[in-house]
């Protein structure tokens, strides 16, 4: 059983930064691959990053480009997420999945989500 954990979260003013974590509990797949999303109120929830777990391939939206970074300690077993340069409409939930295989911006393709942790920027 795969379990998520996500850590980092918090109240920051446009400008900072944050890093959030992911704690990885339970996986098995040697073909694996994480991914973060955001959730806001009154929005669909939308991809921000993902990476496959042996670190060979990235993916961000366009909006996190140059902003966020994906990251992973294998050693760990933790995901991050570095968001820099945070801007007031980066305010949601953010959450953590994972799926085995490749990396994909389609949360409907992951199979385990953490909790999600609340990440909110004020102007």
């Known amino acids: 059983q795969v379990q998520l954990v996500e850590s980092g979260g918090g109240l920051v003013q446009a400008g900072g930064s944050l890093r959030l974590s992911c704690a990885v509990s339970g996986r098995t797949f040697s073909d694996y691959s994480m991914g973060w999303f955001r959730h806001a109120p009154g929005k669909e929830r939308e991809f921000v990053a993902s990476?496959?777990?042996?670190?060979?391939?990235?993916y961000y939206t366009n909006s996190g480009k140059g902003r966020f970074t994906i990251s992973r300690d294998s050693a760990k077993n933790t995901l991050y997420l570095q968001m820099n340069s945070l801007k007031p409409e980066d305010t949601a939930a953010y959450y953590c999945?994972?799926?085995?295989?490749?990396?994909?911006?389609?949360?409907?393709?992951?199979?385990?989500w953490g909790q999600g942790t609340q990440v909110t920027v004020s102007s």
């Open positions: 990476m496959h777990w042996s670190g060979t391939s990235t």
């Open positions: 999945a994972g799926r085995g295989g490749y990396p994909s911006p389609n949360p409907s393709d992951y199979a385990h």
